[in-house]
């Protein structure tokens, strides 16, 4: 039986050998290796041997199994090398040819206006603060002169978690927990950008979500006069030199008095157009000296200290500065309408 192990050895692996095509090396592991293959026969015939040369045996069969298993594999692999080195041979790529650009983004409208009123107000000493977009009523309402049963609450009617857990309707709460934390120190000088949330039906000027800065002012003998030129300034730095504004009396309930700032008309110079109204005048935002109760909630002294706030919506300015004529342009992630606002 050794000589005929031999025999089958040297005669499989000359075959292997000249092999010229990956079906032929399949027939040859079939013959040899498999199930009815010619080392399975002779491995049936080892019952009839002697207990001294079944181990003797069983080794040559062992050698004679691994020395054609790696004949077939190395023969295998030429053949997979060759039909790999063919296909990329007959699918040569020019690499002259100049590469495919890939397209950049560019920042989001409102994440703009957002970074350039932060620039502003940086630079006229306030920090940026932010706080949870998921409040506590207490925060949200309370905090702000707006117990539970005040009527203004229908006006900022928001998405509830709990009875006590909310979506916040401002980003006022940031002012409230920016103020506890100051402890009645001064001077603060904060700004607070954020989402806020309100159950408002949405059309081309309103949004369930939408995007609020806020900002607040505390120290001794601050005054209106403070807020206007604070304002003023905003407005002149962010839609132009020659820019005007005007307070008109107004009501919130945490800022006592409260006034509603107008922008003069860009578009007319303020003489009157349609996108004005024919007023000369834009609605931007509103604001306020912050109202004693607020002041004391927060740990300060309303006799002894003063501040102002006031409150910006994000998409207001950039629908006024891009004359956007629908908020919903900015959320739908339209390519056309954002390639607009690329820079580069």
């Given at each position: 039986m050794q000589t005929r192990l031999q025999e089958m050895k040297e005669s499989a692996l000359g075959q292997i050998s000249q092999v010229t095509e990956a079906a032929q090396l399949q027939d040859l592991r079939v013959k040899y290796l498999g199930k009815k293959g010619e080392l399975t026969e002779l491995l049936r015939g080892m019952g009839g041997l002697s207990p001294e040369e079944r181990p003797v045996v069983?080794?040559?069969?062992?050698?004679?199994?691994?020395?054609?298993?790696?004949?077939?594999?190395?023969?295998?692999?030429?053949f997979e090398e060759a039909a790999l080195f063919a296909k990329l041979s007959s699918q040569t790529i020019d690499v002259t040819l100049p590469g495919r650009p890939v397209p950049a983004g560019t920042m989001h409208p409102l994440s703009r206006i957002i970074e350039e009123i932060e620039d502003i107000f940086i630079g006229l000493g306030f920090e940026v603060a932010e706080g949870p977009e998921v409040e506590m009523d207490h925060f949200n309402f309370e905090m702000l002169n707006l117990p539970k049963d005040h009527p203004a609450r229908d006006m900022q009617d928001t998405f509830y978690v709990t009875e006590e857990l909310l979506l916040r309707t401002q980003t006022?709460?940031?002012?409230?927990?920016?103020?506890?934390?100051k402890e009645g120190k001064t001077p603060l000088k904060m700004i607070c950008p954020g989402k806020v949330y309100r159950r408002d039906d949405d059309d081309a000027t309103h949004s369930h979500q939408f995007t609020q800065i806020e900002g607040l002012v505390i120290d001794k003998k601050i005054g209106m006069s403070d807020l206007k030129g604070t304002l003023l300034t905003f407005a002149r730095q962010m839609f132009g030199e020659n820019q005007q504004i005007r307070l008109r009396p107004s009501f919130f309930p945490f800022t006592e008095p409260s006034v509603e700032v107008d922008l003069q008309c860009f578009n007319c110079g303020g003489h009157g157009c349609r996108v004005c109204k024919q007023t000369g005048w834009i609605e931007i935002l509103g604001a306020g000296?912050?109202?004693?109760?607020?002041?004391?909630?927060?740990?300060?002294?309303?006799?002894e200290v003063s501040g102002f706030a006031f409150g910006m919506g994000v998409e207001r300015?950039?629908?006024?500065?891009?004359?956007?004529?629908?908020?919903?342009?900015?959320?739908?992630?339209?390519?056309?309408?954002l390639r607009q606002f690329n820079r580069g």
């Open positions: 069983g080794q040559l069969v062992n050698e004679v199994r691994e020395a054609l298993e790696a004949a077939f594999f190395g023969k295998q692999k030429a006022s709460p940031v002012q409230a927990r920016t103020m506890l934390k000296m912050v109202h004693p109760r607020v002041l004391e909630m927060a740990g300060y002294n309303p006799e300015i950039a629908m006024l500065k891009y004359a956007v004529e629908d908020i919903r342009h900015f959320y739908t992630n339209d390519v056309r309408f």
